[in-house]
């Protein structure tokens, strides 16, 4: 028992030049905002008018904290999922997304950042996964704020009628 402690007191020391751990907000996936479908204009929505269907797989990431620890750096990289459909004219697909801060406290949006990326398939390809650019945040901590004081969701971006389909059809 006393080498365990000793061993766990070992790492203790002079911390005046070493960056002491950092607490992350928590990230997150909004549910109704993970899948974005789209179909060739028309009235029939089925497989053969089927372009393209996208899912939010993931997020990765990490943060350090930031300009003398009064902030919080935050990296982050969305990952996707990407299926083509019968409908499917081209192999370049656009995927609109953001990234929303909030405040963990009161659910207020603090901050909301878009952006689009090009998901391109390989010729015979049906199906790819792809991560887009980290994203770069900076949060304010100090002053009575910590980093899980905050919260941030990653969804894509949807209009009335993909949140529409995407409540009829509940997750999947």
């Not at 992350?24 to 909004?30: A, F």
């Not at 999922?81 to 953001?98: H, K």
Request: charged share 25%.
């Amino acid at each position: 028992m006393g080498a365990m402690a000793a061993l766990a007191l070992s790492g203790c020391g002079d911390t005046s030049n070493q960056r002491l751990p950092v607490a992350c907000p928590r990230p997150g996936i909004l549910g109704e905002g993970a899948d974005l479908t789209r179909y060739r204009p028309g009235a029939v929505r089925d497989l053969t008018t089927l372009e393209w269907d996208a899912r939010l797989a993931g997020i990765s990431g990490g943060c350090n904290p930031g300009n003398k620890n009064r902030s919080i750096d935050v990296t982050l990289s969305a990952n996707f999922t990407v299926e083509r459909g019968a409908g499917t004219e081209g192999r370049v697909v656009d995927l609109p997304w953001f990234v929303a801060v909030v405040d963990a406290r009161d659910e207020r949006i603090l901050a909301r950042h878009s952006f689009v990326d090009r998901i391109l398939f390989a010729r015979n390809e049906t199906r790819t996964n792809a991560e887009s650019a980290p994203v770069s945040l900076t949060l304010p901590v100090g002053e009575g704020r910590r980093g899980t004081d905050y919260r941030v969701y990653v969804s894509f971006d949807l209009t009335p009628e993909d949140l529409a389909l995407n409540r009829r059809r509940g997750p999947r």
